[in-house]
């Protein structure tokens, strides 16, 4: 079932500090809001410093908490209800280091929350759903998802797991159905999808049906969304890179195009935006580096570093 994006009003929002505060409330909002007790399982806070000068003159405190993730861990908290103008004044409180993502909390009610900007660095489980470049065809090494993977448990041998599902081939069709079923022994508190570029794929044959998976983005990734969140993990979209068009020729009958992966890479990004999910563009480290690629389409184990030095600057 796909994410409905709908929501009631009041918004409701978890709050796990300075918010909860009367005086915080009628300083951004004018009046206190209704509140009732909640808790967040799977996540603890740490410290983040504040330079902003007006969150510091409305909280009265220059380190405020910030949440990351641990297994079997529990905030305890507050459910704000907010009106559309209370949400957009708390958006203008919360300082660039955070970012609003839904959660599930421990009662089954989902809601906002004030999650870290950046979402892999206060990631514990992470699980990566997607096609070839993401599974690291071509890097013996096992491509950026496999870097990824080896400096993320490194930080935290004890706590930290990375597990690739990705599968050469995949579509987002083909993931959003399968997705579901692996999610649940695995544990994830963060589900990366590697936007398929076989979406943007189209035959060479004019005989053939056009392919449409650009049509059922939408439907696909609202399907993703909602399987994180019933597992209240968050969802992490990577776009697809860069491709040297001259040499990705015939893959089984299907023809890449970079104005078809341009249209896929703008139709997710707009997504994300309008869903409230973490968007990774991936395009850039490679752009006009051919010599980047196996055959156009594949990274080379040096296009597969790049990706990976870019993901870990703009996750961490």
Not at 139 to 148: E, N, S, T, V, Y
Request: hydrophobic content about 45%.
């Amino acid at each position: 079932m796909a994410l409905t994006v709908t929501e009631s009003r009041p918004h409701s929002l978890f709050s796990f500090g300075t918010l909860m505060d009367e005086r915080v409330q009628t300083a951004l909002f004018g009046h206190a809001v209704p509140s009732s007790a909640a808790s967040l399982t799977g996540y603890t806070t740490r410290p983040l410093p504040i330079t902003d000068q007006s969150v510091i003159d409305a909280s009265g405190l220059d380190v405020h908490l910030t949440l990351e993730r641990e297994y079997g861990a529990v905030v305890e908290g507050a459910v704000l209800r907010l009106s559309d103008e209370d949400l957009a004044a708390a958006d203008a409180y919360e300082v660039d280091d955070y970012a609003r993502r839904r959660v599930l909390l421990s009662s089954g009610e989902t809601a906002w929350a004030y999650l870290d900007a950046k979402p892999l660095r206060s990631a514990e489980r992470i699980v990566i759903v997607g096609d070839s470049i993401a599974y690291g065809r071509c890097d013996p090494r096992g491509g950026w998802a496999a870097h990824l993977a080896a400096t993320h448990i490194a930080r935290n041998e004890a706590a930290h797991r990375v597990f690739n599902l990705a599968i050469p081939g995949s579509t987002l069709t083909g993931v959003s159905e399968q997705t579901p079923a692996l999610l649940a022994a695995r544990l994830p508190d963060t589900l990366l999808v590697a936007a398929g570029i076989n979406d943007s794929a189209l035959p060479l044959a004019t005989s053939q049906a056009p392919r449409d998976g650009l049509a059922h983005l939408a439907d696909n990734l609202g399907s993703l969304a909602a399987t994180a969140l019933s597992h209240n993990a968050r969802l992490v979209v990577a776009g697809p890179a860069w491709l040297d068009e001259a040499r990705t020729g015939d893959y089984g009958g299907l023809r890449f195009t970079r104005a078809r992966a341009l249209d896929l890479r703008e139709s997710i990004q707009a997504w994300c935006a309008e869903n409230y999910v973490d968007f990774l563009d991936m395009w850039e480290p490679l752009r006009d580096s051919a010599e980047l690629f196996v055959d156009g389409l594949h990274p080379t184990a040096e296009g597969h570093q790049a990706l990976y030095r870019h993901l870990e600057a703009l996750s961490r």
